[in-house]
T-cell receptor
């Protein structure tokens, strides 16, 4: 299936732990994104990569570190997890940047206890 | 949502028509998207307007007025499956900024 996939779908962890979320797209897109959707359903961009290069880095704590090993993958590593990090994290991809339709992954629901 | 405003919730009846409005700051504007998001699912693309006017796609239409910083999404012949959140998103200087979404409830 051609799609944007994320793992894991659910992640429950303790405060202070370090965790990673992985994203892969097989659509041949060149731009990938990480979004955070909080409990109020507000979808906010965190990072954007174009051909493995970071192009958008919003005001996100430096505990969050994205990594793009190739243009089909964009992973998100989070250090020292805090309660406020609990949210749904969506990966998305597009061809040609922000002027085209974004395809979203299914989301990763992170719960920090 | 960086000055992207849309109503928080709306209710409409099955079979009716509903219009969801979105206003935004016009600086750096490069286009406006509408996405649909069902509860517990990912957003899916509905429309993209760059030029002024109305774009129709089946039961859904999207309108844009760049000078007024205004868009609307029009849903016709509402079905129960249209119950979802509708997200207005602006391409501002090639960065996508989402509004907070409008949760649409459809009554039978």
């Amino acid at each position: 299936d051609t799609a944007v996939s994320q793992t894991p779908k659910y992640l429950v962890t303790q405060m202070g732990n370090d965790k990673s979320i992985k994203c892969e797209q097989n659509l041949g897109h060149d731009t990938m994104y990480w979004y955070k959707q909080d409990s109020k359903k507000f979808l906010k961009i965190m990072f954007s990569y174009n051909n493995k290069e970071l192009i958008i880095n919003e005001t996100v704590p430096n505990r969050f570190s994205p990594k793009s090993p190739d243009k089909a993958h964009l992973n998100l590593h989070i250090n020292s997890l805090e309660l406020g990090d609990s949210a749904v994290y969506f990966c998305a991809s597009t061809l040609g940047g922000a002027r085209n339709e974004q395809f979203f992954g299914p989301g990763t629901r992170l719960t920090v206890l | 949502g960086q000055n992207i405003d849309q109503p928080t919730e709306m209710t409409a009846t099955e079979g009716a028509i509903v219009q969801i409005n979105c206003t935004y700051q016009t600086s750096g504007f490069n286009g406006l998207f509408w996405y649909q998001q069902h509860a517990g699912e990912a957003p899916t693309f509905l429309s993209y307007n760059v030029l002024d006017g109305l774009e129709e796609k089946g039961r859904f239409s999207s309108f844009l007025s760049r000078s007024k910083g205004y868009s609307y999404l029009l849903l016709k012949e509402l079905q129960m499956k249209d119950s979802a959140s509708y997200l207005c998103a602006v391409n501002r200087d090639d960065k996508i900024i989402f509004g907070k979404g409008t949760r649409l409830h459809i009554l039978p």
